[in-house]
């Protein structure tokens, strides 16, 4: 069973950075999208930015300017570079890989707790 392992997740100082990884443990074949979102207690999970098997992006609104999303196809890995961070950003934060076929992948996520 292909599974998504993220990293990169931790505590910083509100204004700092950190860098999201997540990578499937095997082969996926047809990956369509793949994408980041996040959870905070309390509230449900929304999406923060996804990125198509063409290159092209999306971003909530929340996180545009400061958030960036890339891919690389050759290693099935998916990165997520976090700057300007603020208090609110605080979540557990998912990947999930999409294929042609619709099947989702998810990752068991990962922690990111920002303070002020």
């Known amino acids: 069973q292909v599974q998504l392992v993220e990293s990169g997740g931790g505590l910083v100082q509100a204004g700092g950075s950190l860098r999201l990884s997540c990578a499937a443990s095997?082969?996926?074949?047809?990956?369509?999208?793949m994408a980041w979102y996040r959870q905070a207690p309390g509230k449900q999970r929304e999406l923060v930015a996804a990125?198509?098997?063409?290159?092209?992006?999306n971003y909530a609104d929340f996180v545009k300017g400061r958030f960036t999303i890339s891919r690389d196809n050759a290693k099935n890995t998916v990165y997520l570079q976090m700057n300007s961070l603020k208090p609110e950003d605080t979540a557990v934060y998912y990947c999930?890989?999409?294929?042609?076929?619709?099947?989702?992948?998810w990752g068991q996520g990962t922690q990111v707790t920002v303070s002020s």
């Open positions: 999930k890989f999409q294929t042609t076929g619709s099947r989702d992948y």
């Open positions: 095997g082969i996926i074949w047809s990956i369509r999208a």
């Open positions: 990125i198509a098997s063409g290159g092209y992006t």
